[in-house]
């Protein structure tokens, strides 16, 4: 069977990125060192470093690579489209709106614009408004295309949004600077808190997504003929997009908005080990958070103020316009 | 004796118009009309692919109290269009008429032999011909065990022995107990079937034996055409050796 080898490896590719990310920074750390620090052995700067620094920082970057490469096989399957992705709904942007809305605007309403939860929480609670909105502009005629012409223009209002906030925040350094960072993704300074408030509501909906794979081998295959197989499509679309969502809106709020994930890792899995979605989408959620850790890595290897959404994008973008122009 | 397959005042606004009919198990039935007539409506409502008004039952049980998956097990469909967007390989795409038998892989096999597809079975879906790829959901019906067949328009992109080959399946399928309801292009073909079903604008005009029913005025009336039939011309429908 084609892909018997590829969980076994992309496990240990990602237990190798993992420990390259708590070894390779400022401090370098050996493997011996590393976990030496994590048994809580060792000197003391080095289990602070590992520990309060590198430790969230990676668990943080491997989540958010492994929901929003998960999702993205999702949406690639449920719109039986290779360049759909997480951004495509428009979750992202909902995602970016409600960050930045607090941002921007949180101050003269007494909110503490960039405390830990406020944010993550206005994110969350602004993809869910877009995803919301796509489905009930689709939950009517319910089509593929109508979802997708939805995402659209949902995008673009939202867009809209985004860039008229910014523009008024425009005198204000500090709060500009903040939603930029905040914009363009990183995993810069994340905690114990960002542990908390991502990683264990992301490992569940992995968890619940893994055994959906069956129904969305049918699905990427059409509607009619896998409702006509016996899989009930009216549940199981709604199943797989609030795991997308949910998956996409915690990736954002814990490491910002960080693009192409989604479109590449599993596209480039789908080439070498084939489309089945029972062994796809595990193999999506360990290379994603594999490619992300790497991306990661590159930023604190090159100090030269390289953004993680940026080197996702140099990675993501060229890759897209070479699926656009392959035939399909 | 109970109706496999029954639909009372069936009707999709501005496609389907008032249809009742009543299919018998072991019954081969042709649906006929022109393009546009309702045949694909009429076979997705049958389905249950379509949201239809009026009672569609399946073995006498209502179909809104039938669970998917057993409507899985029951009853198989093949669309008009054979398009793939992912490389499944055929052999995975065929399984996948097993899914409502939990994946039980009995008859996969048997039914790539059936349609011929064993030299394919590992190539992509993807890079087969469009005759290859209906052959391919053909056996993905096959493999669903499934006593209803409806099939759209299966053999409108085969190949002459490739159709001759699906005609003699579904008069097996039909000689087993099964009940087959085929749309056709072809209306001389329908002449080798136990049962027409002529649609014209949505409507039921005709249901019965094909010689009674597929006349030269209903064929005039209906498909705007003067019937003067080469009888040379109908397919010989192959004696089941079984």
């Given at each position: 069977?084609?892909?018997?080898?590829?969980?076994?490896?992309?496990?240990?590719?990602?237990?190798?990125?993992?420990l390259?990310?708590?070894?390779?920074?400022?401090?370098?750390?050996?493997?011996?060192?590393?976990?030496?620090?994590?048994?809580?052995?060792?000197?003391?700067?080095?289990?602070?470093?590992?520990?309060?620094?590198?430790?969230?920082?990676?668990?943080?970057?491997?989540?958010?690579?492994?929901?929003?490469?998960?999702?993205?096989?999702?949406?690639?399957?449920?719109?039986?489209?290779?360049?759909?992705?997480?951004?495509?709904?428009?979750?992202?942007?909902?995602?970016?709106?409600?960050?930045?809305?607090?941002?921007?605007?949180?101050?003269?309403?007494?909110?503490?614009?960039?405390?830990?939860?406020?944010?993550?929480?206005?994110?969350?609670?602004?993809?869910?408004?877009?995803?919301?909105?796509?489905?009930?502009?689709?939950?009517?005629?319910?089509?593929?295309?109508?979802?997708?012409?939805?995402?659209?223009?949902?995008?673009?209002?939202?867009?809209?949004?985004?860039?008229?906030?910014?523009?008024?925040?425009?005198?204000?350094?500090?709060?500009n600077?903040?939603?930029l960072?905040?914009?363009?993704?990183?995993?810069?300074?994340?905690?114990?808190?960002?542990?908390?408030?991502?990683?264990?509501?992301?490992?569940?909906?992995?968890?619940l997504?893994?055994?959906?794979?069956?129904?969305?081998?049918?699905?990427?295959?059409?509607?009619?003929?896998?409702?006509?197989?016996?899989?009930?499509?009216?549940?199981?679309?709604?199943?797989?997009?609030?795991?997308?969502?949910?998956?996409?809106?915690?990736?954002?709020?814990?490491?910002?908005?960080?693009?192409?994930?989604?479109?590449?890792?599993?596209?480039?899995?789908?080439?070498?080990?084939?489309?089945?979605?029972?062994?796809?989408?595990?193999?999506?959620?360990?290379?994603?958070?594999?490619?992300?850790?790497?991306?990661?890595?590159?930023?604190?290897?090159?100090?030269?103020?390289?953004?993680?959404?940026?080197?996702?994008?140099?990675?993501?973008g060229?890759?897209?316009?070479?699926?656009?122009?392959?035939?399909? | 004796?109970?109706?496999?397959?029954?639909?009372?005042?069936?009707?999709?606004?501005?496609?389907?118009?008032?249809?009742?009919?009543?299919l018998?198990?072991?019954?081969?039935?042709?649906?006929?009309?022109?393009?546009?007539?309702?045949?694909?409506?009429?076979?997705?409502?049958?389905?249950?692919?379509?949201?239809?008004?009026?009672?569609?039952?399946?073995?006498?049980?209502?179909?809104?109290?039938?669970?998917?998956?057993?409507?899985?097990?029951?009853?198989?469909?093949?669309?008009?269009?054979?398009?793939?967007?992912?490389?499944?390989?055929?052999?995975?795409?065929?399984?996948?008429?097993?899914?409502?038998?939990?994946?039980?892989?009995?008859?996969?096999?048997?039914?790539?032999?059936?349609?011929d597809?064993?030299p394919?079975?590992?190539?992509?879906?993807?890079?087969?011909?469009?005759?290859?790829?209906?052959?391919v959901?053909?056996?993905?019906?096959?493999?669903?065990?499934?006593?209803?067949?409806?099939?759209d328009?299966?053999?409108?992109?085969?190949?002459?022995?490739?159709?001759?080959?699906?005609?003699?399946?579904?008069?097996?399928?039909?000689?087993?107990?099964?009940?087959?309801l085929?749309?056709?292009?072809d209306?001389?073909?329908?002449?080798?079937?136990?049962?027409?079903?002529?649609?014209?604008?949505?409507?039921?005009?005709?249901?019965?034996?094909?010689?009674?029913?597929?006349?030269?005025?209903?064929?005039?009336?209906?498909f705007?055409?003067?019937?003067?039939?080469?009888t040379?011309?109908?397919?010989?429908?192959?004696?089941?050796?079984?």
């Amino acid at each position: 069977m084609k892909g018997r080898g590829a969980l076994p490896l992309l496990a240990l590719l990602l237990v190798a990125a993992f420990l390259a990310s708590l070894a390779f920074g400022e401090l370098r750390l050996s493997p011996m060192q590393v976990l030496d620090a994590l048994f809580g052995r060792g000197d003391e700067l080095t289990r602070t470093v590992i520990w309060d620094f590198r430790l969230p920082r990676t668990l943080v970057g491997l989540a958010a690579g492994a929901a929003l490469a998960a999702s993205g096989t999702v949406m690639q399957a449920f719109f039986r489209n290779p360049l759909a992705d997480p951004g495509l709904l428009g979750v992202s942007s909902g995602g970016a709106l409600g960050a930045v809305a607090v941002l921007a605007l949180g101050p003269s309403l007494g909110l503490a614009a960039a405390s830990l939860w406020t944010l993550p929480v206005a994110s969350t609670v602004g993809a869910f408004g877009a995803t919301g909105a796509v489905m009930m502009l689709a939950e009517r005629g319910a089509s593929t295309e109508r979802l997708l012409l939805s995402g659209v223009a949902l995008n673009a209002l939202l867009g809209a949004g985004t860039s008229f906030l910014l523009t008024i925040t425009a005198g204000h350094f500090e709060v500009n600077a903040q939603i930029l960072f905040w914009l363009m993704g990183g995993l810069e300074n994340r905690s114990w808190e960002h542990v908390w408030m991502g990683v264990p509501v992301i490992a569940l909906g992995c968890a619940l997504l893994l055994p959906l794979g069956r129904g969305l081998n049918l699905l990427s295959l059409g509607e009619q003929s896998a409702q006509s197989l016996g899989v009930d499509v009216h549940r199981l679309r709604r199943k797989l997009i609030v795991l997308a969502t949910v998956l996409t809106a915690l990736a954002t709020a814990t490491g910002g908005i960080i693009g192409f994930v989604g479109l590449v890792v599993p596209h480039v899995l789908r080439l070498v080990w084939g489309p089945d979605h029972r062994r796809l989408l595990p193999a999506a959620m360990l290379g994603g958070g594999t490619f992300l850790l790497a991306c990661d890595l590159v930023t604190r290897l090159f100090p030269i103020g390289l953004r993680l959404g940026v080197v996702t994008a140099v990675v993501g973008g060229p890759f897209f316009l070479w699926l656009l122009r392959r035939p399909r | 004796m109970t109706a496999a397959l029954q639909a009372a005042a069936l009707s999709v606004p501005g496609r389907l118009e008032d249809v009742s009919l009543d299919l018998g198990p072991g019954e081969l039935v042709a649906v006929v009309g022109p393009n546009g007539a309702g045949k694909s409506t009429l076979i997705q409502a049958l389905a249950g692919l379509l949201p239809a008004e009026g009672q569609i039952r399946w073995n006498g049980q209502l179909l809104s109290e039938i669970p998917f998956q057993e409507r899985g097990r029951r009853l198989a469909w093949v669309g008009q269009e054979a398009l793939f967007d992912f490389a499944f390989p055929v052999r995975d795409v065929v399984a996948q008429g097993r899914y409502a038998w939990d994946d039980d892989p009995a008859g996969v096999v048997e039914a790539l032999t059936a349609m011929d597809l064993v030299p394919l079975a590992d190539r992509p879906v993807t890079q087969l011909s469009g005759g290859e790829r209906h052959r391919v959901i053909l056996a993905r019906a096959l493999a669903t065990a499934a006593p209803l067949q409806l099939w759209d328009e299966p053999v409108a992109q085969l190949d002459v022995r490739h159709a001759l080959e699906v005609y003699r399946l579904a008069r097996h399928l039909a000689e087993a107990g099964g009940t087959v309801l085929v749309s056709l292009h072809d209306i001389r073909a329908a002449y080798r079937f136990d049962r027409v079903l002529v649609l014209d604008h949505g409507r039921l005009v005709g249901n019965g034996d094909p010689h009674a029913i597929l006349t030269a005025g209903l064929i005039r009336a209906v498909f705007r055409v003067e019937a003067t039939f080469v009888t040379s011309l109908v397919p010989e429908l192959p004696v089941d050796p079984a």
